[in-house]
Each structure stands twice: as structure tokens, then as C-alpha cells.
């Protein structure tokens, strides 16, 4: 069959590189120069939204796709848009998605020529690289050499130092007592970062401040990296203080060329995890960039890199930078790279799998614009930024389009599950300029609509509209720093929104009256509550509503015009208006005092939740005393799940005393450790779970008595 010529479709810069260079035969893609290493079919080694990111650049080249899935994902998004999708054990994922020898049976039984692994997981695990080699599937990133060289982060330095990259102080040897690691703490000089030898992401990565908390962060950071990565080798090295975190995206092909498509900055962080990303780095001039891509490039040809890569710098006040890591795979915040580059990192990916070319040259790679990612996660940034689970009761986003992108793995309805990480989408915008890509990006992040679970979208208005933020002063002590500003201690919510969410539940009580009346077929009466009619008198009706921890009263009257006068501390408002359903969504056309508004209404059961561009607000009516469970208590004051999770470790028996702040159990929930401690001194009277064992959100753990007590 004759071949046809492959056009990228998506990005013009593409179409007159790889016009000449790519056929397509059958749906698949290969080499014209080479002749070899056809992809008809990638198995992606993944979940959630780096799944369906993958199969939609796959489907857009004709490539079909095949997902692996656990338990808990059977109904997920990726499973959906695949062409193929095989179960691959339980919900925990070292029984299914760490599991190469599963992952490698439906890659041979599906007969898919390569395995594209994401990110995490699998994708920086030596082993699983040259299992694929071994069993003649292309494994779509770097050769497992470069994986092992700059995956153990003691070995990378030596070859970065050797390559002319700066490096930073400190310790990568092989000795792992405790006194070795906490005596060359002592030598760098505290602080000190404690880190994986292995993985990224955050995970296995303590900040020890002084010779006092050393041993618990080492023995933190080592129990989470033999969770997240099976190995607890530890580096220690010096922490530098307020550093930016600016990364580079390489790419190189398997003829020896390499690339960078400029820096990002992956600054602003929680939990040593990013949070907000921006391409390229605000304040760097156009010759520290090009000394960064440079650094860049040259880390990546010393380990003979293929694929995309992230090489990892701290960059310091004065922009000198220091090399601390390189990713050794597609890095989630890469979408901030292509928008200014006009570029499809998967496409490029697959191709050069494939045996091709880079695409591009340095000097044909242009950067354009400016482009931010912000992650929206199931969490409580008020209660230190808790990782959550639920059901995404109600969920709508922005309109995408050539300057926005969304990149996510759930649909209204999914579940976020307690077994992975609790990241919903990636809300990424682009435009001419940053001042122009911040502003796109707030008014996409008002857009982002969600009930059911507790998001960060709040904090990342609140986050994006700091003045040192738009002014480009980020470090990765932004959040500390700015604390109290990024989170004041209550949020008032505004009077005419209070009457918002009032009219809103009485013309859902109407309507739900009326509905129930037009069922049953039984007369309107005049008398009924929800109405407010009455003959020749205003009837009026105090309602007790919820907003966060405080109640509001609200007096309703009602007007015999069918508007309310409604009153809020003492203020008078004048209310009209009507529900009105535009598509899948509800909105509350309304005049509070004369003043037009129409946020979107979303009720879940008695509480009432308002989106409108000038923010959000939850308002419920409080359940009554007798009818409301108390969370936990049967722990009689002792501690209690902060979510669902899996008990790790057990540190206390019954008998044992403890005082305010002692550790009582470690938990692993969303991929992450947290430690349970004593809320109050005592003596531990039952420990409710043991090792191993599964905790819903707010399950008693522990029950503590206190001393005198047990002395009685």
C-alpha cells in the first residue's frame, strides 16, 4: 500500500519540519529516513490526566492507544478514551500501576508496539526501561542508562560537575548510618535538605533546621521514599534559603542532537510540591536564559539523552543557578513549555521513539509570549493544604480554545480517589505578555467551578492576585512569607451575596413546592409556607443560615409584588429576581438594590453554592443539634483520621503516656505521609487500627485519657 505523507495538524511551525520527514501507513507512524521503529499502537502506563493527555496527541496521529487500569479506575476518564483498556489488579498502586510484569503482559497482549509511562510511576524506573528493551517494545523516554545515571541524585552531581553544570554542597556518598548522614549535616551547616536518592515530586524530601529534628526528618523522608520508590537512600546537601526553583526543558533524539525550549519557573510550592508554574521565568534576562539552556543542553548530552527531559536549577537572588536534579521524563507542567513554543511535546515524543530527528533546531525554536499553569487539587489550603477525596457533585470549566488549555482525567460525577494524587486538572493560559497571561489566568480560574470536595482554586486567586506575585518576586518561600495575606483569618462574605443565597433557596423551595403540587395534583394553596402569601398582611420569615463557622440571621419579608425586602445585620436590602436553567447549568438572575447580578446556582441539599467573577461563597442552612453526628467522638479527645488513608506505622500501645504533639501513627494518603500526633497529653487507653489497615476520613485512632484519670 502506497504511504502517505503524516501532516501535524495542531502547530504550523511542525508542518513544514516534519512534512517531508514522517508517513503514515495503517494509522501508524514511522520513519521514512530509517525505516524503523513503527508505532501503531502505545500502551500508556498511566492514569488520570497524563493518560488522556497522551491519547489525545496518539489519536490526533492516527496512533491507537491501550490503558491499564485498577479497581478504583474502572470507570475513569482514560479508560473511556482508550481504544483498548485492560484491569491490572487492585486500587493500591504498587498492585497495578507499579506493576511492570502486569504492565508488560497486556503490552504484549495487546499487541502494542511501545509504552508511553507518563509520569510517576513507572516512568523513571531503570528496571521497567530495560525490561521493555528486553522485550522488544519501545519504551518512550530516555535509554535506562540515563534513567540510573540521573535518577540516583548522588550520581548526577559527579556527572554534572564534570560537565561544567554548577553544582550545589553537599553529601552523596554511599554510607547511610545515621550518624554519618547527621555528621555531614552538621558539616554543611544547618539547614539541610534531606533527600531521595530516587523519584521527585516532592516525595521522600525533609527540610532539617537543626541537629534536634534531624533523625525524625531522615527517618520521615526514608520511610516515604521506600513507599513512593522502594529505595530510602538518602542525600543530604545545603539548603539555600529563599531560592527560586527555575527548571529547563530538553529534548534530545538518538542521533545526538539536543535542545532546550527555555526555563520555567516552578517557584511558588506547598509541601515541597508545585503549585503554580510559568514559562518562561519572570526577571531573567535573555543572557542568564541562554546560559541555563545551555548548562541544560550539556547535562543532557552527558548522559546521551533521548526523549524530554527536565534538568532542575536553584536559582538565588543575584540569578546564579546550581544544578539539582534532572526528571527524566515528561514533566507535568511541560504544557507551560509548548504554549510559548508553539510545540506538542507528546508528538515529539512519539517520534522520536521512533528513530527520527529532532523537528526543530535550536535557532528554529522561538519563544513567544508568556504562558502560567495552575493545578487545581482536592485539598484544604486552610488546614495546611490537606489532600482530600470525594465526588465531584458538580464540576465546569472554562471554554478551552487556542490560549487555554485543560488538562484533567475526571468528568462531573468521577470520584477523586483516596489512592492517588488528589490533582484534578491543569487550568493552563497563554498570552502576549505575563501581565496578559495573569489576567487570562484569573479569569479562567473564577470560570472553574466545583462542589462536593475541598478545591484550591479560592487560594490560587488569592495567591495569583498578590502584589509580589504579579510583580514577579517569587521564591519557593512565597506561601511562609506571605502567609498572612494569602490567608486572612475570615473571609467575610459579603451582605448582597448573603441575599443572593437566601433568594436563591426560597425559589428553590417554591420551585420544588410547586413541582410537588403539580405531582400530586392537589390545589395551590395561599397559605403555603413557602409562598409567603397572606390576605392583607406582609408575611415575614427568619431564616438561619451557615457561612463557614458563624451563623447569619436573615428576616424575609415578602412583598405582595412577589420581590422580598430581606434584612442583614441590621441593613435593608431589596431582593428580586428568578432561577432560569441555560443548558446543564442554573443561574440566579437577581437585583439586590437595584444592582444586576447573575451568578451561577449550584444547591446541594440544604446548602446553596454562588459562582460569579467576583469570587464564590457556600452558604447552608445548619442542621439541627439532635440530628447532626458528632465526627469522631469516640475518641474521646484523642486523635482521629484528617482523611482516608492507609495506617504505615503504629508508634504507641495502650499504656503508653504521651505529651501535645507526640507522633501516634504515620498515614499515607494521596501518595503522601502524614504524621498523627497527640492532641493533648495523656495516656493512650485503645489504639483502633493496626498497620496496614484502611481509615476513613474523621475514624477515631486513638483514644487518650488523661493522667489523672487513669490514676483514679
Not at 470549566?397 to 488549555?405: C, F, K, L
Request: charged share 25%; net charge negative.
Amino acid at each position: 500500500m502506497a504511504a502517505v505523507i503524516v501532516k501535524a495538524q495542531s502547530f504550523q511551525s511542525l508542518r513544514t519540519v516534519l512534512q517531508p520527514k514522517w508517513l503514515w501507513t495503517k494509522g501508524s507512524v514511522r520513519c521514512a529516513s530509517l525505516g524503523t521503529g513503527r508505532i501503531e499502537k502505545v500502551l500508556i502506563a498511566n492514569r488520570g490526566e497524563i493518560a488522556c493527555r497522551v491519547m489525545r496527541t496518539a489519536k490526533k496521529m492516527g496512533v491507537r492507544t491501550v490503558a491499564v487500569y485498577s479497581e478504583a479506575d474502572r470507570q475513569a476518564m482514560h479508560v473511556a478514551m482508550a481504544d483498548e483498556a485492560y484491569h491490572i489488579g487492585p486500587a493500591a498502586s504498587q498492585q497495578s500501576y507499579l506493576s511492570m510484569e502486569k504492565v508488560m503482559t497486556v503490552a504484549k497482549k495487546s499487541g502494542a508496539q511501545a509504552i508511553h509511562p507518563g509520569y510517576g510511576f513507572l516512568s523513571e524506573n531503570t528496571e521497567f526501561a530495560e525490561l521493555c528493551k528486553q522485550e522488544g517494545i519501545i519504551f518512550i523516554g530516555p535509554p535506562s542508562s540515563a534513567i540510573r545515571d540521573m535518577g540516583i541524585k548522588s550520581t548526577s552531581k559527579h556527572i554534572m560537575s564534570a560537565a561544567g553544570v554548577p553544582i550545589i554542597e553537599g553529601y552523596h556518598g554511599e554510607d547511610q548510618s545515621d550518624e554519618r548522614l547527621q555528621a555531614e549535616a552538621a558539616r554543611i551547616g544547618y539547614p539541610v535538605m534531606i533527600k531521595a536518592v530516587r523519584g521527585g515530586g516532592g516525595k521522600g524530601m525533609r527540610i532539617a533546621c537543626s541537629e534536634g529534628e534531624f533523625h525524625e526528618q531522615l527517618e520521615s523522608a526514608r520511610r516515604e521514599a521506600r513507599k513512593s520508590f522502594n529505595d530510602d537512600v538518602m542525600l543530604v546537601e545545603k539548603f539555600v534559603e529563599n531560592p527560586r526553583h527555575v527548571e529547563v526543558q530538553v529534548f534530545g533524539d538518538q542521533h545526538g542532537n539536543a535542545v532546550y525550549l527555555f526555563e520555567r519557573d516552578c517557584s511558588v510550592q506547598r509541601r515541597h510540591q508545585k503549585i503554580i508554574e510559568e514559562a518562561p521565568g519572570p526577571g531573567i534576562s535573555a543572557e542568564v536564559r541562554k546560559k541555563l539552556g545551555e548548562a541544560a543542553v550539556r547535562a543532557a548530552k552527558a548522559v546521551s539523552y533521548v526523549g524530554a527531559g527536565t534538568v532542575e536549577f536553584i536559582m538565588d537572588a543575584q540569578h546564579n543557578f546550581y544544578f539539582m536534579e534532572m526528571n527524566t521524563r515528561l514533566q507535568v507542567e511541560h504544557p507551560v513549555s509548548e504554549m510559548i513554543t508553539a510545540t506538542d511535546l507528546v508528538e515529539w515524543q512519539l517520534r522520536v521513539a521512533a528513530g527520527e530527528e529532532l523537528p526543530l533546531t535550536q535557532e528554529q525554536i522561538e519563544l513567544k509570549g508568556h504562558s502560567f499553569e495552575a493545578r487545581i487539587y482536592a485539598e484544604d489550603p486552610n488546614n495546611d493544604f490537606l489532600p482530600g477525596a470525594g465526588p465531584l457533585l458538580h464540576l465546569s470549566t472554562p471554554q478551552g480554545d487556542e490560549s487555554t488549555r485543560i488538562e484533567t482525567g475526571v468528568r462531573e460525577g468521577d470520584e477523586v480517589s483516596a489512592h492517588y494524587d488528589p490533582m484534578i486538572a491543569k487550568l493552563v493560559v497563554w498570552g502576549e505578555d505575563r501581565s496578559a497571561a495573569l489576567k487570562k489566568l484569573r479569569y479562567c480560574l473564577r470560570q472553574y467551578n466545583i462542589v462536593g470536595l475541598n478545591t484550591n482554586i479560592d487560594f490560587l486567586l488569592s495567591l495569583s492576585g498578590h502584589p509580589e506575585f504579579e510583580a514577579g518576586n517569587v521564591h519557593t518561600s512565597f506561601i511562609q512569607l506571605h502567609h498572612d495575606q494569602l490567608f486572612p483569618p475570615t473571609r467575610t462574605v459579603p451582605k448582597e451575596m448573603v441575599c443572593q443565597a437566601a433568594l436563591g433557596l426560597l425559589l428553590r423551595e417554591r420551585a420544588q413546592t410547586n413541582e410537588y403540587r403539580a405531582h400530586t395534583n392537589d390545589q395551590y394553596s395561599p397559605f403555603a409556607s413557602s409562598s409567603g402569601r397572606r390576605v392583607n398582611i406582609l408575611y415575614t420569615r427568619n431564616l438561619t443560615l451557615q457561612l463557614g463557622e458563624s451563623k447569619v440571621e436573615v428576616a424575609v419579608t415578602y412583598n405582595p409584588d412577589g420581590t422580598y425586602n430581606m434584612e442583614v445585620g441590621g441593613e435593608v436590602f431589596q431582593v428580586s429576581g428568578e432561577l432560569l436553567k441555560e443548558g446543564d447549568a442554573c443561574y440566579l438572575h437577581c437585583s439586590v438594590n437595584g444592582v444586576l447580578s447573575r451568578p451561577k446556582l449550584v444547591v446541594v441539599d440544604n446548602t446553596v453554592h454562588l459562582f460569579s467573577m467576583e469570587g464564590s461563597a457556600e452558604v447552608g442552612v445548619p442542621v439541627p443539634k439532635f440530628l447532626a453526628g458528632v465526627s469522631g467522638s469516640g475518641a474521646q479527645g484523642g486523635a482521629v483520621a484528617p482523611m482516608t488513608g492507609t495506617i504505615e506505622k503504629v508508634l504507641v500501645k495502650a499504656g503508653d503516656q504521651v505529651q501535645v504533639g507526640d507522633p501516634l501513627m504515620v498515614m499515607i494518603a494521596m501518595k503522601m505521609e502524614h504524621t498523627i500526633r497527640a492532641p493533648k497529653a495523656g495516656v493512650v487507653k485503645k489504639v483502633f487500627f493496626k498497620e496496614g489497615s484502611q481509615a476513613n476520613r474523621h475514624a477515631a485512632l486513638v483514644e487518650l485519657e488523661e493522667e489523672e484519670a487513669s490514676e483514679a
